[in-house]
């Protein structure tokens, strides 16, 4: 069973993310708080919400900092560049979001989900936790 968490919650922490513009494509990601290295690294995947919906996304590094770059459908589609919709880049022009504002960075479960809104706005967050780790690195280890 699920669990329904609301961003205002004090169990969801919330930082700025900015929105950012990557590569000569100019698309834009999300440059992720400082605060969120202290639980995720480069290469890491993870689920993130935003629209009510989970999509799948894996943590970039720049000389900055951390950043998504998007968001798809699925984990593999995440990991393969350039393959899926970028759900994130949808959402981003939908709001009308320019470069350098920022969206609110919900952590909903630290190192796994995280969740996404316009600042302002309440977010409801179905909490789903991943398999164990041993157990997702046996999944893993299937996909390649």
């Known amino acids: 069973m699920s669990n329904r968490l609301p961003s205002d919650s004090e169990a969801v922490d919330t930082a700025r993310a900015e929105l950012v513009r990557l590569g000569s494509a100019r698309r834009q ?28 996304a894996v943590v970039a590094e720049d000389t900055r900092g951390l950043l998504v770059r998007g968001a798809y459908d699925n984990r593999r589609l995440a990991k393969t560049t350039g393959e899926g919709e970028n759900r994130l880049a949808e959402w981003l022009r939908e709001l009308g979001r320019e470069s350098g504002n920022s969206v609110e960075f919900d952590t909903v479960v630290a190192g796994e989900q995280y969740g996404l809104r316009p600042p302002g706005e309440r977010a409801i967050y179905t909490v789903t936790q991943g398999p164990r780790s041993s157990l997702s690195s046996i999944a893993e280890n299937l996909d390649e």
């Open 29 to 56: 990601g999300i440059r992720l708080p400082e605060a969120a290295s202290d639980e995720l690294a480069a290469g890491d995947a993870i689920r993130l919400v935003f629209d009510d919906t989970e999509y799948h």
